[in-house]
């Protein structure tokens, strides 16, 4: 034992008695009725007319934190492609994976774009949203890539998508923020509930986004796979 | 113009620079300054206004406190947000030319900063202490050795580490409040949190906002960064976003803590990392070390300003960040030719005599010899100590001297080592690239010397403002919400 | 009542758990694979902490049926939305943190963590003491140092 693994157990033993302890004080009184939680169930539906809560909280209320997480994302791929630089044009690349695979994958494509898109456009009225059905997309064009390296997704197409999905974003925020002098504010008319464009502008944000975490998911993953192949 | 351009510009600017450097690398090379010299007169506007008008909050998407997230824009944030850019800006001096992803983060990193000044909401800063933290290892692993990266992967590991633990601080709050906005937090926070529950999350969210703030046990990350990392990102974050953490866990302490025992807290690790990160900096024989671990003292200084309640240590530790501020980056900066074992500055007058005499001047500062600026600093924070009636905070102002005794001991030895005749090693002589910023901010820093007066007299007008709880809550908390027992809807 | 206070317990612990696993991983193991593996649990742990806190007795998912606010009790959507920015904040993270073990291990061939802390030392004179991530900054190493240089 030395004195760093010393420290790191007492560090270990407080925090698991201090967690200890903040049960016993929250597990028996969480039913806040006065947070601004509550304040969000009753009001969000009459405001904003979206069906989801989740998603309105996301895309409305705290708008901003998506788009802190948008740009998270972002500069994980800056930074991962500073640290990653380029890739050798005579680097060796994985080997194929084989007949079956490549075959799979490329029938589950169609399919798995049908699938995100789906679960993005139904996260406005039911469960499913942004972060599930872009995984999805994302899924949809890593999975060739996993069958057949040598063939890598188009860098030029996927940061040409990127940066158009983000550019949209900034743009609709942009034009929030001179209609009402407020970021991310609300632009479209209200409509109806249970219509996929009502709630204002809160539909074109759910696909911007949920397109934007697709393409950015993929071109994380790219840019790790071809580092391997370069090795 | 809106508070938000501040944190918009450069956000938008980082997303489309790649595009631009495609198309052309001069207008690239020169987007980046361009935004930064808009913004900063963005805040410059925002500064005049505010000072007519007194402080403003702003509703992000037009939902008012604390169902959405506010801004909030003082004195205060506005001086931070104007450091951040200000310092990237001055860095910027002499940078070469094609460096996309370098400047991409580097913007991304001011739009984070000035979030973080400015921002209302306890999620919302965890959102914008990612952004920059995230940033940060890609730069400082972006001189492209294998020392860099490896780093910088224990840099991250410590510091996603001490993002968790933040985010569960703020989850301990949210489960004790139902709230994240931090007037809502104000308003309540004397009945709901003045208890062992919120002093936990305070530690909590204390030991992820150290890790930034280079506060005692989760500051190892530094020597090792600032020795692998290129001058200008050691610069970057050892003299500026450090300041922004600790400017976090301020307005915690303000807003949030201010009648618990929290400030305390705050005052031992700041005693530690001063009596720690002295010690260290007398033993190390590197140049790039010995300051890493002086940055770490003079956080500590920060930290145990900031510890000081009320005006009077805001006014030292504002007074002590920006001199910090000031100092460390143009000393880094002298580390790009001078960086390794000590003995390789022997010689060093001989040399460059203009950059021996920047050496002296900032060390000078730094110790706080009565001229320049950082004897104020210093005087500022032993004056707002003594008030305290409290044992601990003299002790402070003893941790305090004797750190003082033992900064001037390292840096005259590193000065005799510079004027001893050359022998068979010679030091090189600093290229005027790297030399451009800390030209700049030693002008800047004989400048303070010169308006010491006005500055002083800024610096209280903040402090007061920043100090005043009631202020923020009324220009925030929409009135309704004006009320502690729980309501049903 | 006393059914969903034992869920909602349950799964306190189970956060809890999973935290100091996470952390326990990230502290005591010296394999950046699986430092990397206890920062996946810790945030795992941490999501689980606060999608837990939103949980009220018998709720249902916060989604009006049929554009009308459902009769029963609905969770706090607060914390699940801040658990989905969080979600993806962790994966970015992660993401350049493989990235730099990657090069990390071009360059050393080796994802020890003390073995890379004495390679660095080496390269770059930073006095390492421990190889991990979180120690306490000794000066008597340094302290070691100088005598042995003023012994040669």
Known sequence: MNLREISSLVFIVWLGLLLGAVLKIVAYDNILTGGVGTYILTHAAPELGAEN????????????????????????ITAAGLVLGQRRTDAPSDSDAGFILRTAANLLFPFLIILGTYILLQGHFSPGGVFQGGAILAAAFFVPILASPASPLHHRVSRLVEGLVVATFMIICLLALFSDDAFLALLLGKGSVSQLFSAYSLPLLHIVIGFQIGTAFAGILARLQETEASD | ??????????????????????????????????ILIINLAIAMGLWQRVSADGTHSIAMGG????????????????????????????????????EVREETLLLLIVAGGCGLALSGDLFNIYVFYEIVAVASYGLAASRGTGAGYAASIRFLILSALGSSMLLLG???????????????????????????????????MLIGLGVKAELFPVNTWVPEVYATAPARISALLGGIVSKLALLVVLRLLVLIYADTSAPLLLLSLGILGVITGELAALRSSDLRQVL????????????????????????????????????????????????GQLNRLVGAAQVSMLSTLLFIVLA???????????????????????AVENGW?????????????????????????????????TADAPLMRDLKPALSLVVLLLISVLTVSPISQSLSAIAEEAADKEVYINKTLPSDWHHLEKVEW | MTESAGIIILSYCGAIGL????????????????????LMLLEAGVNLFLITIGYRANAVAPILVDGQIPAAAMVDPIPQAMVLTAIVIGVGVQALALALVVKTYQAYRTLDTQELAQKLAKETGVDIIEGTPVYLPSPLAAHKQILEEKST
Do not use: C
């Open chain 2, 63 to 98: 939902f008012p406190a604390p169902v959405g997230i506010t801004f909030y824009v003082d004195k205060l944030a506005l001086l931070f947000a104007i450091m951040v850019i200000l310092g990237t800006l001055i860095l910027w001096l002499g940078k070469k030319m094609g």
């Open chain 2, 170 to 204: 703020i989850a301990l709050i949210y489960a004790m409040t139902g709230t994240l906005n931090l007037s809502h937090l104000a308003y309540l926070a004397p009945q709901m949190l003045n208890n062992s529950v919120g002093l936990v999350a305070f530690a909590l």
């Open chain 2, 292 to 339: 890493a671990y002086s940055s770490i003292g003079q956080l500590g200084l920060v930290a145990i300003a900031f510890a000081i309640p009320g005006p009077a240590g805001i006014i030292a530790g504002i007074a002590l960040a920006l001199h910090h501020a000031l100092v460390k980056p143009a000393l880094f900066m002298l580390t790009e030719a001078w960086g």
């Open chain 2, 364 to 386: 000078l500062s730094l110790v706080g010899i009565p001229p320049l600026p950082g004897f104020l600093a210093k005087f500022l924070l032993l004056k707002g100590a003594l």
């Open chain 1, 53 to 76: 809560i989740v998603t309105s909280v996301l895309l409305a209320y705290r708008g901003l934190d998506t788009l802190g997480e948008l740009t998270v994302l972002f500069v994980a």
């Open chain 2, 393 to 425: 905070y003299h002790t402070a102002i003893a941790v305090v001297l004797i750190a003082t005794v033992i900064e001037t001991a390292y840096f005259i030895r590193i000065m005799r080592l510079m004027f001893q005749s050359k022998t068979q090693q």
């Open chain 3, 19 to 38: 935290i100091l696993l996470g952390v326990f991983a990230m502290v005591m193991y010296r394999h950046l694979i699986r430092i990397i593996f206890g």
């Open chain 2, 1 to 34: 113009m809106n508070g938000v351009w501040l944190v918009a510009l450069p956000l938008l600017g980082a997303f489309v620079l790649p595009m631009i450097y495609r198309r052309h690398t001069i207008v690239g090379y020169w987007t980046g300054p361009v």
